[in-house]
């Protein structure tokens, strides 16, 4: 089984940039979808964004189009979320996800592994 391990979450001011890092053991990581999704006090876990195993998409929610970016590095099983211009409403757990059938990124069903989430919390 995959294990997923996310890191980088602190507080940062509005307009702050951040990076998040998601590293994954196992050398099947690196042939799966992988996500990021968010969840805020009261709210439901969502989706952020995902990218596939050649890097394809990259797919984004519409509140983070132009201001996140994921990537990834299978040689050494990490991927990344880098996200500027924070904006309070960007305040949430972020979990690292995979999905070895790459199929439907946006659902968080077909995700079987994920994180423990690592917290991001934006000032204003």
């Known amino acids: 089984q995959v294990q997923l391990v996310e890191s980088g979450g602190r507080l940062v001011e509005a307009g702050d940039s951040l990076r998040l890092s998601c590293a994954a053991s196992?050398?099947?990581?690196?042939?799966?979808?992988v996500g990021w999704f968010r969840q805020a006090p009261g709210k439901e876990r969502e989706f952020v964004c995902a990218?596939?195993?050649?890097?394809?998409?990259?797919y984004y929610a519409d509140s983070v189009k132009d201001r996140f970016a994921i990537s990834r590095d299978n040689a050494k099983n990490m991927v990344y979320l880098q996200m500027n211009s924070l904006k309070p409403e960007d305040t949430a757990v972020y979990y690292c996800?995979?999905?070895?059938?790459?199929?439907?990124?946006?659902?968080?069903?077909?995700?079987?592994?994920w994180g423990q989430g690592t917290q991001v919390t934006v000032s204003s």
């Open positions: 990218i596939t195993r050649t890097g394809g998409g990259p």
């Open positions: 996800a995979a999905d070895p059938k790459g199929w439907i990124y946006s659902r968080q069903t077909t995700y079987p592994y």
């Open positions: 196992g050398r099947a990581f690196s042939t799966m979808t």
